[in-house]
């Protein structure tokens, strides 16, 4: 069985309108989503000593996510206010909590843990960029989510973490071609091995510095988009890693294809439901 872990972000979203709160965060979702689709998963990260704190360790522990690593800080869980406008989710306020206040700090103990799985993802919001190098060049293939960041104009971020990892995640729904070709140059040129970009119902992009494979959106009318990037990855990255994806092979084209398709049609099923992964509770 394939061992997936997620290291980093978590956060609870509060529908306000609707008065729920729902679990979400990309590395706590890689993690649901992986166990949903099968793999022996868990998740490390900073969670809050207050009621949201609390919620997430519930559902993880009801979703039998292993967290037995994960802190809790005095102080806020991070938490979203989320809308839904035409079915895509929007931001308007949020805060970060103890995730950004206490950055977690992986021992060695947590190293010996972390290289025992095949998959690892992580993502700029879960603050362990300083510590990448640690997790360079190990048995597990490491995925980073840079969301929406720009890294084309100005930001020092993809310099400074795409020599550490296997997997760069971009979500460019808001992008036009030309930029995300420049994307994926500048992304390979820094150091990142393979580039994956989702582009919402225009599909995905996925390159290996060579060649590039398109994958197309399955077409549903979506109840809620929050979560469906997530979602994508953990499809790709798991049913890759299950025909024989390790850090020292090469992809051929059969199983990339393979992979964006299910991916696609995994992706779908989660916008047809509210939140990340429902499992609400009152606010």
């Known amino acids: ?21 729902y679990p979400g965060g990309c590395s706590l979702n890689f993690s649901v989503y992986t166990s949903k689709l099968g793999a022996c998963s868990a998740y490390i990260g900073v969670l809050g000593s207050d009621g949201y704190g609390v919620f997430l360790k519930n559902i993880l522990k009801e979703k039998g996510i292993d967290f037995s690593r994960c802190r809790t800080k005095n102080g806020s869980n991070s938490y979203f206010d989320v809308e839904i406008v035409n079915g895509e989710r ?7 909590g103890v995730i950004e206040k206490y950055p977690l700090n992986l021992t060695q ?42 890294c084309i104009n100005g930001t020092t971020l993809l310099k400074n973490v795409a020599p550490y ?24 040129s820094a ?40 979602a994508f990855v953990a499809a790709f990255a798991l049913t890759m890693a299950r025909d024989g994806w390790k850090r020292s092979n090469s992809l051929n084209p059969e ?29």
């Open 1 to 21: 069985m394939i061992k997936a872990l997620g290291i980093g972000e978590n956060s609870v979203d509060r529908y306000l309108k609707k008065g729920l709160i």
């Open 90 to 96: 929007v931001f308007p306020n949020w805060d970060a």
């Open 109 to 150: 103990d947590d190293l010996n843990y972390i290289n025992t799985f095949s998959l690892v993802h992580t993502g700029y919001t879960g603050h362990i960029d300083n510590q990448l190098p640690l997790l360079k060049n190990r048995n597990f293939i490491l995925i980073y989510d840079f969301s929406t960041v720009d």
């Open 165 to 188: 990892i296997d997997l760069a995640l971009f979500s460019c729904s808001h992008m036009n071609s030309d930029d995300i070709s420049v994307l994926i140059k500048k992304s390979h």
């Open 191 to 230: 150091g990142a091995k393979y580039i994956l970009a989702t582009m919402g119902e225009r599909g995905q992009i996925f390159s290996d510095g060579m060649y590039r494979y398109v994958g197309l959106a399955t077409n549903i009318c979506a109840i809620d988009t929050l979560g469906a990037g997530d």
């Open 255 to 283: 199983i990339i294809n393979r992979a964006l398709d299910v991916a696609s049609r995994f992706s779908a099923e989660i916008c047809l439901i509210d939140g990340a992964f429902g499992c609400s509770q009152k606010m």
